[in-house]
T-cell receptor
């Protein structure tokens, strides 16, 4: 068990709606990365937050946005949901201040868009 | 751009036997990390082993070891004495300086009793 918790574990949304996913970071970590894992594929990097600022972004449209809070927990927001947004969303907590620090993953949020 | 390729969508091994999962990657960097993650049906990604590119010695964690060939950009995972609990999806990943990780498409490992 890692100290990274994601909520909710599952949810179902309708196309066009908006969704917010949450992630707590491991104690002592200041970096949270978000990944989208479509069925049968490897995780794809969405973006990373370091000390409350976006610190890198993958090939995802602006309707994917995020926040990181002073306690280093994070949110992923997706607007105007599309059917292809159905996936497992993973967050990973790490410390960017230490080279090569292990990233700890949460158990993921399974999002289904209908 | 860095890419990670896992050419074996599925692998099968008999319990107590040894299996090797393959991974190749592409990068122009000299310092980076490589990882093998295990994802059981519970969905949580669990770190199996990691390798620092500047270290020539292959990493080992109990029954898990890697064969890191930097020049060939190859990073295979060997699982010895396979156990039923080893059955899972295995992902190879690349990262540079705690930035985003690039994952391969995964290999589904089945362990036969």
């Amino acid at each position: 068990e890692t100290g990274v918790t994601q909520s909710p574990t599952h949810l179902i949304k309708t196309r066009g709606q908006q969704v917010t996913l949450r992630c707590s970071s491991q104690s002592g970590h200041n970096t949270v990365s978000w990944y989208q894992q479509a069925l049968g594929q490897g995780p794809q990097f969405i973006f990373q937050y370091y000390r409350e600022e976006e610190n890198g972004r993958g090939n995802f449209p602006p309707r994917f946005s995020g926040l990181q809070f002073p306690n280093y927990s994070s949110e992923l927001n997706v607007n105007a949901l599309e059917l292809d947004d159905s996936a497992l969303y993973l967050c990973a907590s790490s410390s960017k201040d230490s080279w090569g620090t292990e990233a700890f993953f949460g158990q993921g949020t399974r999002l289904t868009v209908v | 751009a860095q890419t990670v390729t896992q050419s074996q969508p599925e692998m099968s091994v008999q319990e107590a036997e040894t299996v090797t999962l393959s991974c190749t990657y592409d990068t122009s960097e000299s310092d980076y990390y490589l990882f093998w993650y295990k994802q059981p049906p519970s969905r949580q990604m669990i770190l199996v082993i990691r390798q620092e590119a500047y270290k020539q010695q292959n990493a080992t964690e109990n029954r898990f070891s890697v064969n890191f060939q930097k020049a060939a950009k190859s990073f295979s995972l060997k699982i010895s004495d396979s156990q039923l609990g080893d059955a899972a999806m295995y992902f190879c990943a690349y990262s540079r300086n705690n930035n985003d990780m690039r994952f391969g498409a995964g290999t589904r490992l089945t362990v036969k009793p």
